[in-house]
């Protein structure tokens, strides 16, 4: 038995509006914070004004030509919402991928509970010594198509030449560093700067906000260490999160979906209880 109204199925219109409407509130959802919600929010402004003057034209018969210019503008929107709409579209399609449903068919590589913890290690020491560090981890994703420049090091990673790296006035310091699987690959990379839709707090800059801006590119999870206050953080996916350093080192295992070895994480602690608190005045790059 189906129920008609004006000869529409009533069941099916429902099923229908429901699905529209999740997908508009998912858009508006996933767009807002962003430029994508200025950028919408002024289409919609622009294209309600068309709809309308159509519906006018096919039902008067009248304007004609002003029906004609609706009529065209409104087949290409598609485009250039493709175009407007390139960077949303790209993080989306990064969201979905890294989903659990296609994340088992992923060949990001494998990363070692010795690198997690030489990674937790320095980022502790440049925290409570408020040295600056920039660390960008490598997924399935590469970086090399969204950064620039850039020293070759091909080195294992380990924490005391994560350390060196970072140290005031060494001239590798002062930009961001590239970890692929257990090896460091580049030092003194520029990074792409998030746009300034992106709002940070007064006291986060350039670092800050190259940190969100390669996460916005790629599916790399970026180790970001204040100049200023110390403070930890992870970008991923255009979202700045801080980190506690006691839960710095499990934190990273679980993002990166490793497991860390009891040996390691008494040795971990190792270190922090023997850890000597440098001090110095390094330069400002916040």
């Not at 600056?132 to 994703?141: D, M, P, T, V, Y």
């Not at 090399?144 to 091909?154: C, E, M, T």
Request: glycine share 6%.
């Amino acid at each position: 038995m189906s129920w008609n109204i004006f000869g529409y199925d009533v069941f099916e219109t429902i099923i229908e509006l429901l699905i529209i409407w999740l997908s508009v509130f998912l858009a508006f959802r996933f767009l807002q914070g962003t430029r994508g919600g200025g950028v919408i929010r002024g289409l919609i402004v622009l294209l309600a004004p068309l709809w309308l003057l159509q519906m006018l034209a096919d039902t008067t018969g009248q304007f004609q030509r002003l029906d004609f210019f609706a009529e065209q503008f409104l087949t290409y929107v598609v485009l250039l919402l493709i175009i407007i709409f390139q960077p949303e579209l790209r993080q989306a399609a990064l969201r979905v991928s890294q989903s659990g449903l296609f994340s088992r068919f992923s060949h990001a590589p494998t990363i070692g509970d010795i690198t997690i913890t030489s990674i937790a290690d320095a980022a502790v020491f440049l925290s409570r010594n408020q040295f600056g560090g920039l660390i960008a981890i490598e997924r399935e994703n590469r970086t090399s198509d969204h950064v620039i420049g850039g020293q070759l090091i091909d080195a294992q990673v380990s924490s005391s030449l994560l350390q060196s790296i970072f140290w005031p006035n060494n001239p590798l310091h002062d930009l961001g560093l590239i970890i692929r699987g257990d090896r460091i690959t580049k030092a003194s990379v520029q990074f792409p700067l998030a746009d300034d839709s992106v709002a940070l707090p007064s006291e986060l800059g350039s670092r800050h906000r190259a940190a969100i801006g390669l996460s916005m590119r790629c599916d790399a999870l970026i180790v970001v260490i204040s100049e200023q206050t110390g403070r930890i953080s992870f970008a991923e996916q255009g979202v700045l999160t801080t980190i506690d350093r006691d839960e710095l080192e499990q934190t990273l295992a679980t993002r990166l979906n490793a497991e860390l070895s009891s040996e390691t994480e008494a040795e971990s602690e190792e270190v922090e209880d023997t850890e000597v608190n440098i001090q110095a005045t390094p330069e400002s790059t916040e």
